[in-house]
């Protein structure tokens, strides 16, 4: 499809755990932004790259998540030793340029038990 | 410190009539905001959008008004459709922000009544 796509959709994780979300932006698409969703909240920014560069995380809430987009197309979020405060869904955005309209994928529910 | 906020977790309405959803933010450097829809399972979609310069933007059926003084602003959907139930988040951004982070409300769920 032409949209962005993310996988796993669900997973769950044992407190302690790491895990690897998976982002496929849009062909073309510059830039790319990782959210965390946590039940009944707003999407929460988290980082944002620049084709392969990292320009914000300054919404990383602990040094235990780490994003690379190393080639500047897919990304993959990682969670550390995960806690069960980590449990939300964890949605990825791209857009043309940082300016532009972002396209969200279906997110990915992680849940920590 | 929320700021984005919807204070209104869900409204109903009735098919054909107007719905309105509410969204107020605190901060003043934020110059372009957005409405998203989100269906279960889905991602959010985009809406609509205004520019801080202006008070009002149409498209379709779907109005947003931006009132800068009070901070405020509102969606309008006329008429309402049962396909509009869904989650509306309200999204606010500042050119300043040098990332284009978006902030987000916690979410309306609009149910539309056939």
């Known amino acids: 499809g032409a949209g962005v796509s993310q996988s796993p959709r669900y997973k769950v994780a044992k407190r302690g755990q790491d895990v690897a979300l998976r982002c496929d932006p849009i062909?073309?698409?510059?830039?790319l932004f990782w959210y965390q969703q946590a039940l009944g909240q707003g999407p929460e920014f988290l980082t944002y790259?620049?084709?392969?560069?990292?320009?914000?995380k300054s919404g990383l809430p602990s040094d235990r998540f780490f994003a690379e987009r190393p080639e500047g197309s897919v990304s993959t979020l990682k969670i550390q030793r995960t806690q069960q405060e980590d449990s939300a869904v964890y949605l990825c955005?791209?857009?043309?340029?940082?300016?532009?309209?972002?396209?969200f994928g279906p997110g990915t529910r992680l849940t920590v038990l | 410190d929320q700021q984005v906020k919807q204070n209104s977790p869900s409204l109903s309405v009735q098919e054909g009539r107007i719905s309105i959803l509410n969204c107020d933010y605190t901060?003043?450097?934020?110059?372009?905001f957005l409405w998203y829809k989100k269906y279960p399972a889905e991602g959010p979609t985009f809406l609509i959008s205004?520019?801080?310069?202006?008070d009002k933007n149409e498209d379709g059926r779907f109005t947003v008004f931006l009132n800068k003084s009070a901070k405020h602003l509102s969606l309008h959907i006329v008429p309402s459709q049962p396909g509009d139930s869904a989650v509306y988040f309200c999204?606010?951004?500042?050119?300043?922000?040098?990332?284009?982070?978006?902030?987000f409300g916690k979410g309306t769920k609009l149910s539309v009544i056939p």
């Open positions: 955005a791209s857009s043309l340029g940082p300016d532009n309209e972002q396209f």
């Open positions: 062909s073309g698409h510059v830039s």
């Open positions: 790259f620049q084709n392969e560069a990292q320009l914000d």
């Open positions: 901060n003043s450097m934020f110059d372009y």
């Open positions: 205004i520019s801080s310069i202006k």
């Open positions: 999204a606010a951004t500042y050119s300043g922000a040098g990332s284009y982070q978006l902030t």
